[in-house]
């Protein structure tokens, strides 16, 4: 066979492997005329680049952006299975962003079934949602966890009823009591029983527990959110005898004076915060600084 004859052969096979290039596949003829010029002006090694970057165009084909966000929420929802520590690693926010309906309301309902009371304030934001079933699915919930709330706390009171004088009784009820008033699920009037509720058992803790410095703190707190500041300022004084070097008794006192507005017992209480030689942190002498105006 003459070298001429090996040419021609080859130069039939080019052709012939070209034709079939741009016979009709799984990629548009726009890319495929865009690549005619590699595969005709350089044989075999333009056929093989037109080849790889076809496999490369068809990849991206297969995998449009909206399998890519399926993907990748799939790993993030299924990592949890072997780390514990990252079950609530899809932020509640970035799923109401999602562009597919569907796909953000499976994401939101398998999310809530794992711990709704972990994304309340997020339930309240969808509530508000321009999506209907999304409101509704919040709302829903939302009506769910002051459910369970209401049931958790009127165990907690039927427990504290039977032993009022119990250190577990007594802590529970409070806790539960604190739980359900820190949500801000509560309407005016329902929140006002509460807090004032809340103030009786703290107080009721006080006579049984004089020395519990967390009590002193919580209805410090409860009587200034309830608007009275006289019972709140002799609290933080009954803090302050109790515990004169810990730093909390004096931050807690500035605070009532300057929420209530009594800047002579302010100035008082930071004349005697002086003479004694209390213990700060470096965030608590900033307070402190700040609160007095210094």
Known sequence: MTPAVILIILAILHVTSCVLWFLPGPVPKKEKLVLIPIVFCLPVIGLLCAMIAARNMRSDLETPVSKLYKAV????????????????????????????????????????RRDPFAY???LKTAKVSSDVEITHYATTTIMEIQRDLDISMQHAEAEYNVNPDG?????????????????????ENRMLQLRRQLSEILEHKLVIFPNSRSAHLLLVDNEIQLGNYTRAAEVSGMMRTKWPLDEASWLTSLRVCMIAANAKEKADIAAQMITVPVIWSRAGREESEFLCGY
């Open 167 to 187: 250190v577990d009784s007594v802590n529970h009820f409070i806790e539960a009591l604190a739980l359900y008033i820190n949500t801000g699920l509560l309407l």
């Open 120 to 122: 309340l304030e997020m």
């Open 73 to 112: 929420e799939r790993d993030i929802m299924s990592v949890n299975a072997g780390r514990p520590e990252l079950d609530t690693v899809v932020p509640f926010d970035e799923v109401l962003l999602l562009s597919n309906d569907k796909d953000r309301r499976e994401v939101m309902m398998h999310i809530l």
